[in-house]
């Protein structure tokens, strides 16, 4: 049996406090995100897929690293990062935001949760917010503290996710609402619930406030779950491409900027409020963005396993794009790809060539997301 110390690169990576709970569950093999392992192998990424689809997958993503700020000027502050409108949001609830810098790229995708008037989380895709939140505040002449607090989230996903739900905390989680959260406490572990998670199915994000009990609570996870099919997992790409879901550093980068990928609805330019990027975002709106987020399907064998490498898209011998991310969709029973192209040839219908690991192959531009385009099964 594997230890947990057959793990790792020395001190500088961080473990989670599921780190060898993950282990003793099965996890063969690890990425490292926000400085952090990520366990990335529990046996068939197409299982895994299958388990999160039918039952309900138990994911360790304390590499969701929370800034923490709080203050007088929290919500100022929290506001200045932001082209999203906060100005409504309530005490309770989650937002989908991106943080942009002063030309408009994009810095971070990650939830905001509000848990007190003065008291914001921005959960962390993989990208080091917290240096860049710290060196804002320090010219920003508002008063803020911005710290990383000992918070570790646990995803729950999966269509049996709100039965374990019910098991662990009662009948009253049940009217917790898609992207609001709330203070918990299970066996004493100190806890915030939202529904939320990175997986376009119903699911529930667990944040731990007590490093110390990461594996009280793993565990007590998995028991309540194993009636209803629970299995120890990682966060899908099948499922999240299926769902359009970005990866920072794959489908958006600080190169890039929110009306290429389709989120206009997350940028409120005529909102009072200040944010960093609002002189450049509007100038990148009147002249109409460049490049264009796409679908495709790609027209060869069943891609083994998810694209390592930027695919060149191709049109007419010139290259006018690249494939962000590819993988095989079992259910679907086709592969799938978002990528970036262009804007003159984001067109739908339209053929491409892709010039995959084993060459060159034909592809057809598609409506994004594959499956469940208004997001019925999270929010239901």
Known sequence: MMQSDDFGFGTQIRKSPYFDATVRWGAKGFSVYNHMYIPRDFGDPEQNFWNLVN??????????RQVEITGPDAAKFTQ???PRDLSKMAVGQCKYILITNADGGILNDPILLRLAENHFWISLADSDILLWAQGLAVHSGLDVKICEPDVSPLQLQGPKSGEIMKDLFGEEIMDLKYYWMRELELDGIPLIVSRTGWSSELGYEIYLRDGSRGD????????????????PGHTSSIRRIEGGMLSYHADADINTN??????????NLDMEA?????DALRKIKEEGPKRKQIGLVIDCDPLQGPNTTFWPIMVNGEEVGKVTSAVYSPRLEKNIALAMV??????LGAQVEVVTRSGP?????????????????AAA
């Open 55 to 64: 039952d309900a997958i138990l994911c360790d993503v304390a590499v969701e």
């Open 216 to 231: 009280d609570l793993w565990e007590r996870i998995m028991v309540a779950g194993m009636p209803h099919g629970l299995k």
């Open 80 to 82: 200045m990062l932001t």
């Open 361 to 377: 192959t034909t592809a057809t531009i598609v409506e994004r997301p594959f499956f469940d385009p208004k997001k019925a099964i």
């Open 342 to 347: 262009s804007a003159e040839w984001a067109n």
């Open 274 to 278: 200040d944010f960093i990027g609002k």
């Open 258 to 267: 929110p009306f290429e990928l389709g989120f206009d609805r997350l940028v």
